[in-house]
């Protein structure tokens, strides 16, 4: 009898580790969904959500910046590129939220001081605060333009131009490339 009770007993914990160790359908769904989703979702930086000090400085070597950036973020921060008029993400966004730079999550813009500038790129009138941004004089096209790019990181973000609307009069001319946008509906 007692042979009897421990057979029983060694059946029902087979049983349990057999259906312990089964798949689960269900969870293997989930799995492959989140899986989809990371796949296909931007990549994350949440450092980019601690707003460094006006001040503080970041440098990375090249071969780091383009294991952190995306082709078009490499080519326009860390190349001084420049994307194509409308083919960026912001230049028709109305929504109210900070504009962060796409290299090293500093705050560079806010939704309050853009414009339309009608040009395909974004447009604003000042950065966030002063310091956040830094310029320098570009002759590259063969014009004198003022080059801007984030004080933090030194990503190349546009340049600025005197035809801008009030209160600054200012036009700085951003590729959608460069920023990273981030809601704040109590802008
Ligand atoms: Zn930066």
Same mark, same amino acid.
């Given at each position: 009898?007692? @042979?009897?009770?421990?057979?029983?007993?060694?059946?029902?914990?087979?049983?349990?580790?057999?259906?312990?160790?089964?798949?689960?359908?269900?969870?293997?769904?989930?799995?492959?969904?989140?899986?989809?989703?990371?796949?296909?979702?931007?990549?994350?930086?949440?450092? +980019?959500?601690?707003?460094?000090?006006?001040?503080? +400085?970041?440098?990375?070597?090249?071969?780091?910046?383009?294991?952190?950036?995306? /082709?078009?973020?490499?080519?326009?921060?860390?190349?001084?590129?420049?994307?194509?008029? $409308?083919?960026?993400?912001?230049?028709?966004?109305?929504? /109210?939220?900070? $504009? +962060? *730079?796409?290299?090293?999550?500093?705050?560079?813009? @806010?939704? @309050?001081?853009?414009?339309?500038?009608?040009?395909?790129?974004?447009? $604003? @009138?000042?950065?966030?605060?002063? !310091?956040?941004?830094?310029?320098?004089?570009?002759?590259?096209? !063969?014009?004198?333009?003022?080059?801007?790019?984030?004080?933090? *990181?030194? !990503?190349?973000? !546009?340049?600025?131009?005197?035809?801008? /609307?009030?209160?600054?009069?200012?036009?700085?001319?951003?590729?959608?490339?460069?920023?990273?946008?981030?809601?704040?509906?109590?802008?």
């Amino acid at each position: 009898m007692r @042979t009897l009770l421990a057979l029983l007993f060694a059946v029902a914990f087979l049983a349990l580790v057999a259906l312990a160790l089964s798949p689960d359908p269900a969870a293997d769904a989930q799995d492959s969904g989140a899986m989809a989703s990371a796949n296909t979702a931007t990549r994350e930086r949440p450092e +980019r959500f601690v707003d460094p000090p006006v001040g503080d +400085r970041v440098a990375f070597s090249a071969r780091q910046w383009r294991g952190r950036l995306t /082709p078009t973020e490499f080519h326009v921060l860390r190349e001084e590129g420049t994307e194509r008029a $409308y083919s960026g993400a912001f230049h028709a966004n109305h929504a /109210p939220g900070l $504009y +962060r *730079c796409a290299g090293c999550g500093a705050p560079l813009f @806010t939704s @309050t001081d853009k414009f339309d500038s009608h040009t395909g790129w974004p447009s $604003y @009138t000042r950065p966030v605060a002063p !310091g956040r941004v830094a310029t320098r004089s570009d002759s590259s096209l !063969g014009t004198l333009r003022t080059e801007v790019h984030c004080a933090r *990181c030194g !990503g190349h973000l !546009g340049h600025i131009f005197p035809d801008g /609307p009030l209160p600054t009069g200012q036009r700085y001319c951003i590729n959608a490339a460069s920023l990273d946008f981030e809601p704040q509906p109590s802008l």
